[in-house]
């Protein structure tokens, strides 16, 4: 019935129960989650993890994160490549620029940043896979790197933080956003503003697990200190209150946004997609 179109599952906070986690979010109508990528180190284990479950299915995106800027090489772009011929995974991501975080908008880190990005982004077009986005304070220099590329193979622009103008520029270019736990804060009022702006045409759902736990499940115990995929029926519900539709009417029309945006030909075993009309 849903799709977590940005989780990283393979982290260790879920090495310790791991398949009991994908049990619950295929329990809850979970069927596919994209699992992110953000270091070349943590690949190989990111591909493993997603080839260990079967349900919900596992999605590889493959990609260098620029909050670990520091941390990249060349070399990780070539392997990134070498990956991308095998056809290892689905998307590029997460990929981005970030001028939020002190240490890395300094003009050395934030000129790397944009190399990075700027790299990326032609494998993605080169091997025509969509982008994942990770843009935080830097939307005029992601849109400026964007057009030069002459990017057109889409995606998401994950944890969608920015205005309403630049929303609808996204979805000029193509783009998704990514709608996660925030939605279901009451003070995230720019977030409810956009997402009321936006035609649920341009809205995918994430949970971005295990990071921003949503309100109902934080600091319930200490269970619930990490957030988890099996959440997402949660910001499902929060974005269906928002555009006033039921779940049984959001879930066909997210699982079609989400294939689109992740360029997937992924069939529901609980979604109708037959029972809705565009
Ligand atoms: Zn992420």
Redesign the pocket.
């Known amino acids: 019935m849903w799709i977590d179109t940005?989780?990283?599952f393979d982290v260790s906070e879920f090495d310790l129960d791991r398949q009991q986690v994908a049990a619950q979010a295929s329990a809850v109508g979970v069927e596919a989650i994209a699992v992110?990528g953000?270091l070349a180190q943590h690949w190989p284990n990111l591909l493993a993890v997603c080839a260990s479950i079967d349900a919900p299915k596992l999605l590889p995106v493959l990609g260098l994160?620029p909050c670990y800027i520091a941390e990249h090489q060349s070399e990780h772009l070539q392997q990134l490549e070498q990956y991308l011929q095998q056809s290892a995974c689905i998307a590029v991501?997460?990929i981005g620029l970030d001028t939020y975080v002190a240490e890395i908008k300094g003009q050395a880190l934030y000129q790397k940043q944009q190399d990075f990005f700027s790299a990326q982004l032609q494998l993605a077009k080169h091997y025509q896979k969509p982008a994942?986005l990770?843009v935080r304070k830097a939307h005029a220099d992601v849109f400026r790197l964007l057009r030069a590329q002459k990017f057109s193979q889409g995606g998401i622009v994950?944890?969608f933080s920015g205005g309403i103008e630049e929303a609808k520029m996204y979805a000029k270019l193509g783009f998704k956003l990514g709608i996660g736990g925030s939605l279901t804060y009451p003070q995230a009022k720019r977030l409810h503003n956009v997402v009321a702006a936006m035609p649920i045409e341009s809205l995918v759902i994430e949970t971005?697990a295990p990071?921003m736990i949503p309100q109902p499940f934080r600091n319930l115990d200490a269970h619930h200190t990490r957030n988890s995929p099996a959440y997402l029926p949660c910001i499902a519900q929060a974005l269906a209150d928002s555009k006033q539709l039921s779940l049984a009417e959001l879930a066909p029309i997210l699982w079609q946004n989400s294939c689109q945006a992740l360029h997937l030909s992924l069939k529901s075993e609980r979604v109708n997609l037959a029972s809705h009309l565009l």
Do not use: L, N
Request: charged residues 20%.
């Open positions: 940005h989780c990283h992110i953000y994160h991501g997460e994942i990770h994950h944890a971005d990071d």
